[in-house]
């Protein structure tokens, strides 16, 4: 990897100085060009692809909700209102899961491109379509028609300013009709991003081959600790298709929760890496990073958190339900809030929803309808698998024998260079990474095609470099799948029985799923494929020559955890282990640690008894910004030494109740303090892998503490455990003086923890006036990374956030108009229209909105309303 290949944010100088230039004409001609994209939101429109009339109703920060007399028209209505809020982010997604972005963009887009034409999200798009139902495929088609009406009324920069900029910058570049495949692609990439420990499994890898022994390097990787931090379905087993609602106390067990052992083969040793393997291991690692996130900027710190209580402890008598992903920052939201609402609700348009959806497929992906709601966490289990190949003479060997591997040729467009044109092979385990590696460093010898040292196409130069290795990859979301069938099933669903048949549909990505009904009933599922696999438990990259190796089936869905109506009334999800110690089957051995979802349980165990919890008490717990994690460290930085400021500083943290407020002196020391000591502690590691400021670090650095001797506390800038702590709160000190001013009792957390939405493809440009266009403001923010509210943070990248409860929901299933919740950032992707970015400061103050439900509601929020009709 050279230097030459880049992130997705920087951008050739022609596109900012295009960009630049927009941003200096802003004012006069300026305003025509961006206002011109605006939508239309009250008045008639004919849009002939319609059959009947469809209306828009708009409340006063430009939420849509949608009413139509048949499925087909409100589904053509919604593909309409996607496109008029943001049909840039709909079109800059699909080029990027059709691995198109060079063709716009240039060379350094091609990494990208390579990778994602190498993996076929879209070819397993077209082969996915097939698979649907009948009525899914009709819902998916109509929405396309819905866009595509859209884009028949508006040309070039009407459709937003972005596209302004792409008119200069690719004036060839046509913008194709939409079609259903697009839609279906978005869930490939929302698989990516979501899709385990993969990003762990090469970083394991790397580390060995760095030389820090495996014994360290399993340190960095703790057990799941399933005596303090309670599993989701805690006790509860899966049988026969039926479901147990016991809550007992046990925990989860080392098979489900990633205990010891485990490791696969005899002694483990089989799947350690080789070293000779170790540079095309760390190509493949550097190449995955390269692509760039869909749902926002990734760090260690996706994650959600969602919980249901039942009746029996609210003040309603009827279940409460909280939700709020945490997802990368970005502008506009990855959400679009919308509403979706048959005029008559039959067998044949049986919609009537409102919730969170993703601008680009159509449907409600989080919400409720009249007689359920539902949310989404990430369940997080390992579907991925790096497996080394053996390649010898084209083939890939197995259990001694050479297999012939699929071939196909892909080419990339490259705006303003050559073609690429490669060859992507396929082993029994999938598409071999290495290859795109491969293809790439190859086109680095010079311009024009990808050619070798001696002048060789590419196509008969792509052999592996790694030592005779290859790379390739087994992951569930590249064998097509039925989860679009799911999210129509779910907007259906009338009570838990037919939302789990829904639910079976849901593949890719692996989520737990909280429900709660008017009926009172309160459950859990977790849906979505899960590999079984023979040797090995996938924490390391597998040995492809031993089939023993191989994935041998999926866990069966009604395997899969569910729970219904536990007796302790609440069921919280926030990313932990998902079962108790029953369990048979191994999920992952990478669980987010438990932190976030202990404490919603301490705080759900202290307020149920009273029986009169509401929504609003949902909302301040997703506002928490406990550091669970500081409890066990600041005892420690209570005993170290320390001087001058530092000394002032340390006495902020004898009486701090670890919340992290904006306010908070003594959370601005401690973070900083923590950042300084992840540096100090894990040196030898540098910063390609230092570990993350979040709950894993919290857990590892705990354990350290208690043992004073361990290596961990060697290093040549502090050399010892109390040495090093006092170091931390040193540097800590001298760094927020020069930042913050010289009086710890005015630091405050908020100056240094700072939030902006920032636009995907122009927002990280490093040019003042293009960034000042097309970002949001930056706001101050409390919380910060692993705690019930959070904001995450790269500690080796400063403290801003860079993930965040994407959206905020809460339900009372006894009153749905008085629903609450917030996006990230608003409605609209225009930038400057009133609705981009107006949720951003509400968001940031911990404030909701009302979400109106039914039709009076609905009308009595409305400030403007959109009449479609047919020609």
């Known amino acids: 990897m050279t230097e030459t290949r880049t992130r997705f944010r920087r951008w050739s100088l022609i596109a900012l100085s295009v960009a630049a230039g927009l941003a200096v004409a802003a004012a006069g001609a300026g305003v025509w060009a961006v206002q011109r994209a605006f939508p239309d939101t009250g008045g008639e429109i004919t849009l002939p692809a319609l059959e009947g009339e469809a209306s828009v109703y708009r409340d006063a920060r430009g939420i849509p909700q949608i009413y139509a ?19 840039w982010q709909m079109h800059f997604n699909r080029l990027t899961t059709a691995g198109r972005l060079a063709e716009v963009f240039g060379e350094e887009q091609a990494e990208t491109d390579v990778y994602l034409r190498t993996m076929g999200w879209r070819r397993v798009a077209e082969r996915e379509y097939e698979l649907l139902r009948p009525d899914t495929r009709a819902y998916l088609d109509s929405y396309a028609e819905g866009v595509n009406a859209y884009l028949d009324r508006r040309d070039g ?12 910058l690719a004036p060839d570049h046509e913008v194709e009709p939409w079609t259903a495949v697009d839609s279906l692609a978005w869930l490939k990439a929302m698989a990516w991003d979501l899709r385990g420990n993969m990003q762990h499994e090469t970083e394991r890898a790397a580390l060995l081959a760095s030389g820090i022994g495996r014994e360290r390097i399993e340190e960095l990787y703790p057990a799941y600790p399933e005596r303090d931090h309670r599993p989701i379905v805690d006790g509860g087993s899966v049988a026969d298709g039926r479901f147990r609602a016991d809550a007992g106390e046990g925990g989860a067990s080392a098979a489900a929760a990633g205990g010891e052992g485990g490791e696969g083969g005899e002694g483990g040793d089989a799947t350690l890496p080789p070293q000779e393997a170790a540079g095309v291991l760390a190509g493949v690692g550097a190449g995955l990073d390269a692509i760039p996130p869909m749902l926002g900027p990734e760090s260690a710190g996706l994650g959600s958190n969602s919980w249901v209580v039942s009746g029996e402890h609210t003040a309603s008598g009827l279940p409460l339900l909280a939700n ?7 502008l506009p939201s990855v959400w679009h809030q919308t509403g979706l609402h048959c005029t008559d609700v039959t067998d044949q348009c049986p919609f009537d929803v409102t919730g969170f959806s993703f601008a680009g497929l159509p449907g409600i992906v989080i919400g409720h309808n009249a007689d359920i709601a539902w949310g989404f966490t990430n369940l997080g289990p390992d579907v991925a698998d790096l497996y080394l190949e053996r390649i ?80 390739s990859l087994s992951w569930t979301a590249l064998e097509p799948g039925t989860t679009a069938d799911s999210i129509f099933g779910m907007n259906a669903a009338d009570d838990f029985a037919s939302f789990r048949d829904a639910a079976r549909s849901f593949e890719v990505p692996a989520q737990n799923l909280v429900y709660a009904d008017t009926e009172g009933d309160i459950g859990y599922q977790a849906p979505g494929t899960v590999p079984v696999r023979g040797t090995g438990d996938g924490r390391w990259p597998a040995p492809g020559w031993d089939s023993d190796y191989d994935w041998h089936g999926f866990v069966d869905f009604d395997a899969l955890p569910v729970v219904r109506n536990p007796d302790r009334g609440y069921i919280v999800t926030a990313n932990q282990a998902a079962v108790g110690s029953d369990y048979e089957h191994m999920l992952t051995g990478d669980w987010a640690y438990g932190y976030r979802s202990q404490r919603i349980e301490t705080l759900l165990a202290g307020a149920v008894g009273d029986g009169d919890l509401t929504a609003a008490d949902m909302a301040d717990i997703q506002l928490d910004d406990e550091n669970s994690g500081a409890r066990a460290v600041v005892p420690h930085l209570l005993r170290a030494d320390a001087e001058g400021t530092a000394a002032q500083a340390q006495e902020l943290l004898a009486d701090w109740d670890f919340q992290q407020g904006a306010d908070s002196a003594a959370a601005a020391f401690y973070n900083a303090t923590w950042s300084h000591l992840l540096d100090l502690t894990f040196d030898e590691l540098g910063p390609d892998h230092s570990p993350d400021a979040g709950s894993r670090s919290w857990l590892v ?14 290093g040549d800038a502090a050399d010892g455990r109390d040495a090093v702590l006092s170091a931390a709160m040193n540097r800590a000190a001298d760094e927020l003086g020069r930042r913050l001013g010289e009086d ?13 939405a920032t636009h995907p493809s122009l927002g990280e440009s490093g040019i003042g006036p293009v960034e000042w266009l097309f970002n949001g403001p930056t706001v101050e923010t409390s919380g910060g990374d692993s705690t019930v509210n959070a904001t995450g943070w790269e500690h080796t990248e400063g403290y801003a956030v860079t993930t ?68």
Do not use: C
């Not at 992507?424 to 990474?433: A, C, D, F, N």
């Open 69 to 87: 007399d048949t499925a087909a028209d409100l589904f053509r209505a919604q593909g309409f209102v996607h496109a008029q809020d943001r049909f």
């Open 701 to 714: 650095v705990d354990r350290l503490l208690d043992d004073p001797g361990s290596p961990w506390w060697d």
């Open 744 to 756: 710890p009792a005015e630091w405050r957390w908020g100056e240094l923890h700072t939030f902006t």
């Open 392 to 471: 010898d003479d084209g083939a890939a060997m197995v259990d001694g024998e050479p297999e012939p591997m699929d071939t196909r040729e892909e080419t990339v467009k490259v705006a303003g260079g050559d073609d690429l044109v490669f060859t992507v092979r396929s082993t029994r385990h999938g598409p071999l990474l290495s290859d795109a590696e491969a293809a790439l460093d190859l086109r680095e010898i010079g311009a024009g095609p990808p050619v070798d040292a001696d002048g060789e196409p590419a196509d008969r130069a792509a052999e592996p470099t790694g030592g005779g290795y290859g790379v």
């Open 324 to 330: 709020d992903p945490h997802l990368g920052a970005q």
């Open 804 to 871: 965040v409860p994407s959206m905020r929901m809460t339900i009372d299933m006894a009153d749905l108009d008085a629903a609450r919740w917030i996006d990230l950032t608003g409605a609209s992707g225009h930038a400057f229209h009133p609705d981009n970015g107006n949720q951003t400061p509400l968001w940031a103050r911990g404030e909701t909105l009302p979400m109106p439900f039914t039709r009076a509601a609905v009308e009595e929020h409305a400030e403007d309303v959109l009449t479609l009709r047919p020609e």
């Open 157 to 168: 920069g009407e459709r937003g300013l972005e596209f302004t900029v792409l008119a200069a």
